[in-house]
């Protein structure tokens, strides 16, 4: 599913196959600052820009999703996905992209990264942060397979 990323700069739209997921990303790039809306049109994550993470870790458990560092730990490669999958595209963007690219996101990585620096617009790099963030996510990933 597509997702798109409630912020203040670029349009932003990540993928991931579950909310809990995408969700888990979003809070990564945005320190909870930024909402998430799914390509149906629910908000699965509302902005939490002037509240602390006591709010936040409420409306989790209120929304029974999970979050602690197990969560994370069992869904690293997952996570890790969701964050490289981030591109500045809206939800139309998105999806004419993937028909581009005959619906199997066989983008490369150096694609993505030149479609990200040609399209935005802000000095606020958040697919270079969610790639960053991924990057620190995957090493005990590449670790435990030797890599």
């Known amino acids: 599913m597509i ?3 409630s912020n203040p700069s670029d349009p932003i739209t990540l993928e991931a196959d579950s909310d809990n997921v995408a969700i888990i990303a979003a809070i990564l790039i945005g320190r909870g600052q930024y909402g998430l809306t799914n ?8 902005i939490f820009l002037f509240a602390g993470w006591d709010e936040l870790e409420k409306w989790l ?4 999703y999970q979050y602690g560092q197990d969560f994370v730990d069992e869904h690293r490669a997952e996570i890790v996905a969701c964050l490289r999958s981030t591109m500045v595209a809206s939800l139309h963007e998105r999806r004419a992209l993937d028909v581009a690219f005959n619906h199997d996101g066989n983008i490369t990585p150096e694609e993505r990264s030149t479609w990200n620096d040609q399209r935005r617009s802000s ?7 969610a790639n960053r ?3 620190e996510m995957e090493k005990p990933l590449l670790a435990a397979k030797g890599d």
């Open 61 to 64: 458990d209120e929304e029974k």
């Open 123 to 129: 000095m606020n790099d958040i697919a270079g942060y």
């Open 133 to 135: 963030y991924a990057d």
């Open 3 to 5: 997702y798109e990323l």
């Open 39 to 46: 390509d149906e049109g629910k908000d699965v994550l509302p």
